[in-house]
């Protein structure tokens, strides 16, 4: 079962206002455990696309290096 509200945030704010001590806290521990997921998300990703590359001369190494492997193994 789905229950799909649309809810303004001022609404929103007023609902967690009225909520007991307790489960505000839980609240804001849920909210900073998803806040540390999509950061440590967001890391990753930063690395991935700002990590380093092959230049031009070392994907022809390599490329070489497989070649003469390749010939080597058919002996």
Known sequence: MELK?????????SIIKQLPVSELNRL?????NQSDASA???????FLLNG????????????????Q????RTK
Do not use: C, H, T, Y
Not at 28 to 32: F, S
Not at 69 to 72: R, V
């Open 40 to 46: 440590s998300n967001s890391d990753i990703k930063s």
């Open 28 to 32: 804001k521990a849920e909210l900073n």
């Open 5 to 13: 509200m649309r809810i303004g945030f001022d609404q929103l704010v």
């Open 52 to 67: 380093p590359v092959f230049g031009k001369e070392q994907l022809e190494e390599i490329k070489e290096a497989r070649k």
């Open 69 to 72: 492997i390749n010939k080597w």
